[in-house]
């Protein structure tokens, strides 16, 4: 039994597993009343819009979910120019979007110097903020990137179950991968610092869950992204393997959507001030109204995907992505007029954490 007095900021570990686990629709009402009203009472109605430029696919780490692992030779990988970003971001600025996320894989293609001068370019030519999503690169770099004018730094840490991490995010040969030690240099290098996790990964447990979003508050994190699971056939935990068999559990949790509504809702009672997305994977499992319902449960932030085609379809992180065959103009429309219709404004200016 959960009782109501334990939704806070300080609720126990053991409190948010019960969360998790609940199904009772009253109480779950309580749930994202609560989620609602902390995120308006913290960060206002204000839904803040992210583009994202998703500017390399390639790839040199070979984590087991992912559309973008290394091994998968039959994709066609791209790296976009830098003046195929700087239009990206001179579009994001037409549209008022406060920020331009760069995504990528593990790219080493992407020069540090290089990207330190699309990041210049970026800020001088637009009022844009600069938020990097590209793995796990070196501390000199993202100290070279910070001095470029980059604002933000994203890497989901994907989950606190060190067994599992290991197993499903192998780190390079001769080197060891602790995503929360970087987090907290970036944020020693004055980044807002973001990361977040999956939900319903195989072998997640609901403890481990619990843990992850107590993780969250530890880091006292600016942004926390949140999203289902989605197989990826050709990757080993997309199909019946031995790796997938290996991390099979009874309490899994499941990599539904309303997994997704509790970790985003449990996340903002804990963080409330983070800023926190409504994911395009949550849109991708729920296309009618899932991003709406992540905004009403917790979420202030959204993320029009501004990459232009070809390369939108070849960033295929898992199939089926929501927008995948939509062009930057329509997701534009199509998100505003989601924003409006359930009674949330348009962000104004960068959207930082306040
Ligand atoms: N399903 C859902 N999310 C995924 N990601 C990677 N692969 C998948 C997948 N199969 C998420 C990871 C990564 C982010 C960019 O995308 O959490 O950090
Ligand atoms: Fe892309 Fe709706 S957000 S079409």
Not at 197 to 206: A, D, K, L, N, R
Request: glycine share 8%; hydrophobic share 35%.
């Amino acid at each position: 039994m959960v009782k109501e007095s334990m939704l806070s900021q300080q609720m126990s570990i053991e409190h948010i597993e019960a969360w998790l686990r609940e199904t009772r629709n009253d109480k779950l009402s309580l749930l994202w009343q609560t989620a609602d009203k902390v995120r308006k009472d913290n960060v206002a109605d204000a839904v803040h819009l992210r583009g994202l430029v998703e500017i390399s696919n390639h790839c040199v780490r070979s984590c087991a979910y992912c559309g973008l692992r290394a091994p998968r030779k039959e994709i066609q990988r791209y790296r976009m120019t830098a003046d195929e970003i700087i239009t990206c971001a001179h579009q994001a600025a037409q549209w008022k979007y406060g920020t331009l996320v760069m995504q990528a894989g593990e790219d080493y293609g992407i020069k540090a110097q290089w990207l330190a001068e699309v990041i210049e370019r970026i800020k001088k030519e637009t009022p844009l903020a600069v938020t990097l999503s590209l793995g796990e690169r070196s501390y000199e770099e993202f100290k070279l990137w910070r001095n470029a004018g980059a604002d933000r730094y994203l890497l989901r840490f994907e989950t606190t179950d060190k067994n599992l991490y290991n197993y499903i995010h192998p780190p390079l040969a001769g080197r060891s991968s602790d995503r929360i030690a970087i987090l907290k240099d970036l944020r020693t290098l004055g980044y807002e610092i973001g990361s977040g996790v999956m939900v319903g990964i195989p072998g997640q447990s609901y403890t481990s869950l619990a843990r992850d979003i107590d993780c969250f508050r530890k880091l006292n994190l600016d942004m926390v992204g949140i999203g289902p699971y989605i197989e990826h056939p050709d990757t080993p935990l997309g199909r019946n393997s031995l790796c997938r068999t290996a991390l099979d559990r009874k309490d899994r949790v499941p990599n539904d959507e309303l997994l997704c509504y509790k970790a985003v809702a449990l996340t903002r009672i804990v963080c409330p001030q983070a800023n926190i997305p409504s994911t395009t994977a949550l849109a991708t499992i729920n296309p009618t109204d899932g991003r709406e319902l992540g905004l009403r449960r917790g979420a202030n932030v959204v993320m029009p995907n501004l990459t232009p085609f070809p390369y939108r379809s070849q960033y295929e992180i898992y199939p089926g992505k929501a927008c995948m065959n939509e062009d930057a103009q329509r997701c534009q429309g199509c998100l505003t007029g989601r924003i409006v219709a359930i009674g949330r404004t348009m962000g104004l200016g960068v959207g930082s954490r306040l």
